[in-house]
């Protein structure tokens, strides 16, 4: 069964501790990883697409790579404005396409 | 403003009860999908229209549906309602029937209380 597994489930960090989030994917197909930033009350802000194994995707404090089983999104030195929960997401191809998005991990960043 | 509406941003109804949620893609946008997003769920798939037609559908309960009219906006009805239907409603749009390089713009979400 295709599975999408976010941690840690929450996560606070001062100001400027840079961190990774992870996001394990057991899936067959992969066609692409999307990561995603969601505020409170807010639906979810696209923030990277990747596509194979070694590709990186950066912005700003942000940057998310892909290994065969899991992306990992880093935050360097990250700022209060960085508190959201952020969503990962796979599209597989099993016959028809599935979007199956992840629990997401709380980041709340103190100043 | 992501350019995809939803509407209402709110909505407070009474068990039994039938709901109908409203949503505009962004611009050019020719998908449509519906995610329910509750605390211990997190968002889950519920249904695609894809240029008026069905494409996908997901854990989408028989007293929901859906559809896409021809100027390409799309409702989701929700009937026969129960306390646990109460959740946060998304929509979002794409430009093909799948997620491409930009993934999915969602919107603001309609927030549904059932009491």
């Known amino acids: 069964e295709d599975q999408v597994t976010q941690s840690p489930e929450a996560l606070r960090l001062q100001e400027g501790e840079s961190s990774s989030l992870n996001c394990s994917y057991t899936?067959?197909?992969?066609?692409?990883l999307f990561w995603y930033r969601q505020d409170p009350g807010k639906g979810p802000e696209f923030l990277f697409t990747?596509?194979?194994a070694g590709e990186e995707k950066e912005k700003e404090r942000l940057k998310a790579t892909l290994t065969k089983k899991e992306s990992f999104l880093h935050i360097t030195a990250p700022k209060p404005e960085d508190s959201a929960t952020y969503l990962c997401?796979?599209?597989?191809?099993?016959?028809?396409?599935?979007?199956?998005f992840g629990t997401g991990t709380r980041l709340k960043v103190l100043a | 403003d992501s350019g995809v509406t939803q509407t209402p941003k709110h909505l407070i109804t009474a068990t039994g009860q039938r709901v109908t949620l409203r949503c505009s893609p962004r611009?050019?946008?020719?998908?449509v999908y519906w995610y329910q997003q509750s605390l211990d769920q997190g968002l889950q798939f519920l249904i695609q229209?894809?240029?008026?037609?069905?494409?996908a559908k997901g854990n989408i309960l028989e007293r929901f549906s859906a559809q896409q009219f021809p100027d390409l906006h799309s409702e989701l009805n929700l009937s026969s309602l129960e306390l646990g239907d109460s959740a946060l409603y998304f929509c979002?749009?794409?430009?093909?029937?799948?997620?491409?390089?930009?993934?999915?713009?969602f919107g603001s979400g309609t927030r549904l209380t059932v009491v």
């Open positions: 979002a749009s794409s430009v093909l029937s799948q997620a491409a390089n930009y993934g999915y713009t």
């Open positions: 899936v067959s197909g992969l066609r692409g």
């Open positions: 990747l596509y194979s």
């Open positions: 997401a796979v599209q597989v191809v099993s016959g028809t396409y599935k979007y199956i």
């Open positions: 611009s050019g946008d020719l998908s």
């Open positions: 229209y894809y240029n008026g037609e069905e494409r």
